[in-house]
T-cell receptor
């Protein structure tokens, strides 16, 4: 089964600082997703990466998938309190004709004002 | 605002009660999912429906009974639950096919007394 390891487990940064969250897979990634979750709420889709070397950005968040497609990183530039939450990476796992999504353990981000 | 609507937001029930969780989406997605999320853990897949047919059951106990009456609705019927079933239950939907992001509802917070 696909195993995703995220690091760090938690991160506390001062507002305005940059930060990076990593997601490492034990298998080749065919679809890698980043989600954000506020405590007790649903997951908000951030970005999807499919191709090795692919990089996508939205506002101050950039996600990359390395060439070998076994690691992804999420970088936040000039963090703000609104960036606080739990960041989850997820990977596609095919099971027969159905798709499944398995998640990393998550990274809890706190941004201090 | 989420495009996947879950009701109720909170539910408290006794172990002998029967209740149902509801999920609705109007994005034309033909795949729908139920996840269970315990505190400080990532979501775990329970069921996958594709074109209103059950595709995946991740060895979920029979006290959880899913139902997909049409392409927009997904229900989760609950009966004789245990205290360890207390969790956040998340519904998601996606277009059918490989590498399509899933869109999540805000979840139902379930507490079993």
């Amino acid at each position: 089964s696909q195993e995703l390891e995220q690091s760090p487990q938690s991160l506390i940064v001062q507002e305005g600082k940059n930060l990076t969250i990593n997601c490492t897979s034990s298998k080749t990634l065919y679809g890698l997703y980043w989600y954000k979750q506020k405590y007790g709420e649903g997951l908000i889709f951030l970005m999807m990466l499919q191709k090795g070397g692919e990089e996508k950005s939205h506002e101050k968040i950039t996600a990359k998938l390395d060439e070998k497609k076994q690691q992804s990183s999420l970088h936040i530039t000039a963090s703000q309190p609104s960036h606080a939450g739990i960041y989850l990476c997820g990977a596609d796992r095919l099971s027969g004709s159905a798709r499944q999504l398995t998640f990393g353990s998550g990274t809890q981000l706190t941004v201090l004002p | 605002d989420t495009e996947v609507t879950q009701t109720p937001k909170h539910l408290v029930m006794g172990m002998t009660n029967k209740k149902s969780l509801k999920c609705e989406q109007h994005m034309g997605h033909r795949a729908m999912y139920w996840y269970k999320q315990k505190a400080k853990k990532p979501p775990e897949l329970m069921f996958v429906y594709s074109y209103e047919k059950l595709s995946i059951n991740e060895s979920v106990p029979s006290r959880f009974s899913p139902e997909c009456p049409n392409s927009s609705l997904l229900n989760l019927h609950l009966h004789a639950l245990q205290p360890e079933d207390s969790a956040l239950y998340l519904c998601a939907s996606s277009p059918w096919g490989v590498s399509q992001p899933q869109h999540f509802g805000d979840g139902t917070r379930l507490s079993i007394l």
